[in-house]
């Protein structure tokens, strides 16, 4: 059983910069970044491969937002530069085994537990 343990969120004013952290107790697969905004579906932010090869991105995010990993650390990481009012909700790391870097929330497999991201305007 993989756990997920998110950390980085908080506060920042709009323009600013967070950057986000997810730990992985066990092996790690192709992970991706989520959100949730109150009286909203959890939707999509990025995902990354397994090796790192390849990255997708929310069109909200997209210029934005990069997502890494560093495997040796079981740890993947969500830069979010220029942040919007917009962006505030609680973020969200998961994985899935699936061999695709997969958009959908509902094929994967492993969740954190979420971390409170809020940009004041």
């Known amino acids: 059983q993989v756990q997920l343990v998110e950390s980085g969120g908080g506060l920042v004013q709009a323009g600013g910069s967070l950057r986000l952290s997810c730990a992985a107790s066990?092996?790690?697969?192709?992970m991706g970044w989520f959100r949730q905004a109150p009286g909203k579906e959890r939707e999509f932010v990025a995902v990354?491969?397994?090796?790192?090869?390849?990255?997708y991105y929310a069109d909200s995010v997209k210029g934005r937002f990069t997502i890494s990993r560093d495997n040796a650390k079981n740890t993947v990481y969500l830069q979010m530069n220029s942040l919007k009012p917009e962006d505030t909700a609680a973020y969200y790391c998961?994985?899935?085994?699936?061999?695709?870097?997969?958009?959908?929330?509902?094929?994967?497999?492993?969740w954190g537990q979420g971390t409170q991201v809020t940009v004041s305007s």
């Open positions: 990354i491969s397994w090796s790192g090869g390849s990255k």
């Open positions: 066990g092996r790690t697969f192709n």
């Open positions: 998961a994985g899935t085994q699936r061999t695709i870097a997969t958009m959908t929330t509902h094929d994967y497999d492993y």
